[in-house]
């Protein structure tokens, strides 16, 4: 058995709404030439993605939605039709063949799934990946299929075992909880900057599951400004908690790379400490409690040039359990995408310190934190005093 498989084609980079919209799968392209660039990753350890077919995308989405999206691709939707369902709006424009690049995503995510599942890799990672904003039957915050919705249906009706889903993307990943909201045998988890500013506005700690599905959400909002240490203190705690009062037989982890103090779109104050940290922490829980079954798949991340590729990276690395890179990026790759790089590049694995002026309020910021958490988990906290 392999220890990991990159899922990657080229099929992967039509899902693109415009030149100038921020959800941009070329970070896909950078970080995949950054780990060749860095001796990390060979051709064989590359799998080529299949495409979701209609009956796997049914798994999560509604046949009308499908229908809507097939006829986007097509250019044969009237003015305004696609509106209810999400489709053509500002966030989630109209692009040609619409469908079949959603559907790429999906199946490189239930590609990555099979690889795990038939025992082929321990882990596989799918940066094509991490659409948690799709609804069953709507698009919305530059999402069209939730890939990680279908997988994780497909996990269980296929291989009928129990999937945790960790979602450290700094937007709530609420497709993905409602998808499982009254399902007992499927956990979500989601850690994320607070919805009282930020898109999509839900995740708040009393978003806990609906009927036999009751105690399997769990939402982590953290403040504005939030930096490093207090983050990854909530989602060590709450993951390796969840993961011992769930018991999950597989985990499948969605790493947006959007809390990072460049992120244009977010404010939390994250570092690359950050994007090592997080996948090395999931995968010693993959090994301690589900025998290493990781899956893992990319999400948000509008820095694409300074922060995403080395941020992806990183999971990678932690698939392969190679050392953490550190020091100079490889010069060739600085200096063969750096002419088209609006900014200037960071030029080395760590982030310069200080990244940013202190935050005056972080005391009180780490505090609200520690109380949100203790609520979050009180449930189980007295479950297991039981
Ligand atoms: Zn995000």
Redesign the pocket.
């Known amino acids: 058995m392999k220890d990991a498989v990159f899922i990657f084609s080229e099929d992967q980079l039509s899902y693109s709404f415009s030149d100038t919209h921020p959800f941009n799968q070329k970070r896909i392209v950078l970080t995949l030439d950054l780990l060749k660039k860095t001796g990390a990753i060979q051709n064989a350890d590359i799998v080529t993605p299949r495409i979701a077919t209609d009956e796997e995308l049914l798994l999560a989405h509604d046949p009308a939605y499908i229908e809507i999206v097939k006829k986007a691709g097509r250019g044969e939707l009237q003015e305004n039709e696609g509106i209810l369902y999400g489709i053509g709006t500002e966030d989630t424009p109209i692009f040609p063949n619409m469908h079949d690049a959603s559907a790429y995503l999906v199946g490189g995510t239930l590609t990555a799934v099979d690889e795990v599942m038939e025992g082929r890799a321990k882990h596989a990672l799918n940066l094509g990946g991490g659409l948690h904003h799709g609804f069953k039957g709507k698009a919305s915050g530059f999402c069209v299929y939730n890939d990680s919705s279908v997988a994780i249906e497909y996990i269980r009706k296929k291989y009928g075992v129990r999937v945790l889903y960790i979602d450290t993307?700094?937007?709530h990943g609420d497709g993905v909880q409602w998808s499982f909201y009254d399902e007992p045998d499927i956990c979500t988890f989601s850690i994320h900057e607070t919805g009282r500013y930020l898109f999509p506005g839900t995740g708040a700690v009393t978003e806990r599951g609906n009927g036999g599905g009751y105690g399997t959400s769990f939402n982590f909002p953290i403040d504005a400004f939030t930096e490093d240490e207090s983050f990854l203190s909530i989602y060590k705690t709450a993951f390796k908690e969840v993961t011992e009062y769930f018991k999950p037989d597989v985990i499948l982890t969605q790493n947006?790379a959007?809390a990072h103090y460049f992120d244009p779109l977010t404010h939390l104050y994250g570092t690359m400490n950050l994007y090592r940290e997080i996948p090395r922490f999931a995968k010693e829980m993959a090994d301690q409690y589900c025998e290493g079954r990781w899956i893992a798949v990319g999400?948000?991340g509008y820095d694409i040039w300074r922060v995403v590729p080395r941020a992806w990276a990183h999971i990678w690395f932690a698939m392969k359990q190679l050392p953490t890179p550190i020091g100079p990026l490889p010069a060739s790759w600085l200096s063969k995408w750096q002419e088209e790089a609006p900014v200037p590049f960071i030029p080395t694995w760590e982030d310069p310190t200080p990244l940013y002026e202190p935050i005056p309020r972080k005391a009180e910021i780490t505090e609200k934190n520690a109380q949100m958490l203790e609520r979050a988990l009180h449930l189980i906290r007295n479950e297991s005093k039981k």
């Open positions: 993307d700094a937007h947006g959007d999400g948000g």
